[in-house]
């Protein structure tokens, strides 16, 4: 058999249109991009690899450099991550785009040696699960193979002999994922990144059309099953891992995208799986339009991915979160017609901005989509697996577009000390109790311990946003913590920690700050001094003794910095809190709150509350004043509680006093009893 019959079915699938026209678009919009890829196309000829792309899923900053002969199999470093990523065979569509770029042979010559390197030295190692040939990576190489191959096409290089064997290798691929799926894989990531791979090899495969069908049919049988088992009714998959959950997304998106175009018809629940799961990139995403470092994540700008999915729906609010234009990728993926119809595509800015995802127990209260916005992230759900880490009740603050509290990130999945630290508690905003952690790694992936959270009110009023939420990783000691956020608008924070138990305990409260920034202590309130921001942390609580020291924090794998953190021990007997609040804003222009703690009374009847069961916290931010009452014990016989003129009844609530001076005011309740 020819060539011609591979290259019609890789084709009419994974081409583009015009690509001329694409080429001289990414060097107009995206010659950065562009030059990137050629500077990396140059190194992989002399067989030289760096992972240095945005969403290469394990990035490295070192290169690993071959002789004549390349070692599919290395493990360099000490991390098999490598293995994993160099199998992923990305660098053969920058090859590919090179070749387009440049006319130059050079690039198309050594995408077609490393494909038929890879097929002799790897082929009839398919069993080894370790190896090259591992199921996830089986899966990822579809679309840079079927990519690659369509841009080098025209090539002399790409002759029959290099057809013969990519369809044999093709036949390989799917055999593999075809015979090696398990149930458990519905429930990870693993069965949406294998079987998406299925389904686009299966449309180039040299086969009937019968069992063609056949493969089809089951990928997604497979797929859909996975849909409903792993994407929650809140649109973010389960590992609690926004980088993990991007590349599930980017997987059901190919699914639709080049299913559609090869007129397979694509299951109703995988195309609502694809839009839910871009809207939440959309919701989650920070005004720098990065995504959160929560679980094992990178620090990427997720526009890209957001982009994809506003062409494929035509979505004008995805495009806000989005590009202005289809990015790089876009348009080698979906072609030159695309870009001009990107272009004419409407952009409108979300009705909405702050949002709760309640399955997946992931809050966040925001005051605008621009760039100098403020975030905040309550984590208050489960653990997500492998991927996730020991995070309850933790809280991510950006102010004035700048990262303030951050989480640490993930470095690196190899079995260290390091990696257990960077998924436990302390490595998060979060309250350690009698020194032990409320999560415990057993290996890289298993814990022997974890925290099981309770997710309880989330409210959104006019001026302030409250998120409250408990775990229950002391109870076997007797202890039962609970965080209570609430976010007076646009820029006050009061993070209100209490503890619900018997005996004497040791407190320790986690607050790790962006690296970008210089941290000060005085008087148990930190100063936070950024690129163009400045933030304060009050410690409103009399005992305690507050510490500053060096942290870590990774905002990519393979990479680590230091940071700052401040440390607050305390320890109490019986029922006990901690309250902090934290503001700020751009520098010069911000100052810090004045807080003072206030005694509540119960009405009627006038006795003073022990503050340990209600107080107040009167707060001044130049003109705005505000009185938060925080209760933890209601009151015996329905009694209102007031403070000066403040009255009112519930677990918490807050009133706005400016201009009320000597009136009586009746506030606003955020939570009920």
């Not at 809207?279 to 995504?291: A, E, L």
């Not at 298993?446 to 006019?462: N, V």
């Not at 941290?519 to 009050?538: M, N, P, S, Y």
């Not at 329905?638 to 009586?664: D, P, R, S, W």
């Amino acid at each position: 058999m020819g060539k011609s019959e591979l290259f019609n079915r890789i084709r009419g699938v994974f081409g583009a249109d015009q690509l001329k026209q694409v080429v001289q678009y990414c060097l107009d919009y995206w010659p950065d991009m562009a030059a990137q890829v050629i500077r990396t196309a140059d190194e992989v000829c002399e067989n030289r690899f760096l992972f240095e792309f945005e969403w290469d899923l394990e990035q490295t900053h070192e290169t690993v450099a071959f002789g004549q002969e390349i070692d599919w199999s290395l493990v360099p470093f000490g991390d098999r991550e490598f293995l994993w990523q160099f199998n992923r065979h990305r660098f053969l569509i920058y090859l590919g785009q090179a070749y387009q770029m440049t006319g130059n042979e050079r690039y198309a010559v050594h995408c077609v040696r490393l494909i038929e390197g890879w097929i002799e030295q790897t082929v009839g190692q398919e069993n080894v699960d370790d190896g090259p040939w591992r199921t996830l990576e089986t899966g990822l190489r579809a679309e840079a193979w079927l990519r690659a191959l369509y841009l080098i096409e025209d090539s002399a290089a790409v002759d029959d002999r290099l057809a013969r064997l990519v369809e044999d290798c093709i036949d390989r691929h799917i055999r593999r994922l075809m015979d090696s799926f398990q149930e458990h894989k519905y429930f990870s990531n693993w069965g949406v990144l294998e079987n998406s791979g299925l389904l686009l090899w299966s449309m180039a495969a040299n086969c009937t059309e019968t069992d063609r069908r056949y493969v089809q049919k089951k990928a997604l049988e497979r797929l859909v099953k996975a849909a409903k088992l792993q994407i929650l009714p809140d649109g973010m998959q389960r590992e609690q891992s926004p980088m993990y959950h991007a590349e599930v997304y980017a997987c059901f998106r190919n699914v639709l995208y080049y299913g559609e175009k090869a007129c397979i018809p694509i299951p109703e629940e995988i195309r609502s799986t694809v839009c839910k799961m871009a809207c939440v990139q959309g919701i989650w995403k920070k005004p720098d339009h990065t995504q959160f470092t929560q679980g094992d994540s990178d620090a990427f700008d997720v526009r890209d991915q957001i982009t994809s999915a506003a062409y494929i729906f035509r979505d004008p609010v995805l495009k806000f979160w989005g590009y202005d234009r289809l990015g790089f990728e876009d348009a080698w993926q979906f072609g030159y017609t695309a870009c001009m119809e990107y272009e004419n595509l409407e952009s409108r800015r979300p009705e909405v901005l702050s949002v709760q995802l309640p399955f997946s127990g992931n809050y966040y209260f925001r005051d605008s989509w621009e760039k100098s916005g403020n975030l905040l992230h309550f984590c208050c759900g489960g653990t997500g697996g492998g991927h996730g880490h020991v995070d309850a009740l933790h809280v991510d603050l950006v102010i004035n577009g700048e990262d303030i509290l951050v989480d640490s990130g993930r470095y690196t999945y190899v079995d260290c000390k390091e990696r257990y630290f960077l998924k436990e508690p302390s490595a998060h905003n979060v309250v350690i109790v009698d020194g032990k952690a409320s999560g415990q790694c057993e290996t890289s992936w298993k814990y022997c311990k974890i925290s099981s959270c309770i997710k309880q009110g989330y409210r959104e009023g006019e001026n302030w946003g409250y998120v409250e939420g408990s775990h229950l990783g002391y109870i076997e000691a007797g202890l039962v913590v609970s965080r209570r956020v609430i976010w007076i608008k646009p820029d006050i924070y009061v993070i209100a920690d209490y503890f619900y138990g018997t005996g004497r305990h040791g407190y320790e409260n986690h607050f790790h700050f962006g690296r970008q920034g210089n941290v000060t202590l005085k008087d148990k309130t930190t100063h936070f001094t950024g690129i163009q921001t400045e933030a304060w942390l009050q410690s409103v609580s009399e005992s305690g003794t507050g510490i500053l020291t060096t942290g870590i924090q990774s905002l990519f794998y393979n990479e680590l910095g230091d940071n700052q953190v401040y440390c607050e021990q305390d320890a109490a007997e019986g029922k006990f809190h901690k309250i902090f609040v934290v503001n700020g804003g751009k520098t010069g222009d911000a100052v810090p709150v004045s807080v003072k703690r206030l005694p509540l009374y119960t009405c009627p009847g006038e006795s003073v509350m022990d503050a340990e069961d209600g107080e107040a916290l009167n707060i001044l931010a130049g003109d705005r004043e505000y009185l938060l009452v925080l209760c933890s014990q209601e009151t015996t016989n329905q009694q209102m509680v007031h403070c000066g003129t403040c009255y009112g009844y519930g677990k918490t609530m807050l009133f706005n006093m400016a201009g009320k001076k000597g009136e009586i005011v009746t506030g606003e309740i955020l939570e009920w009893w």
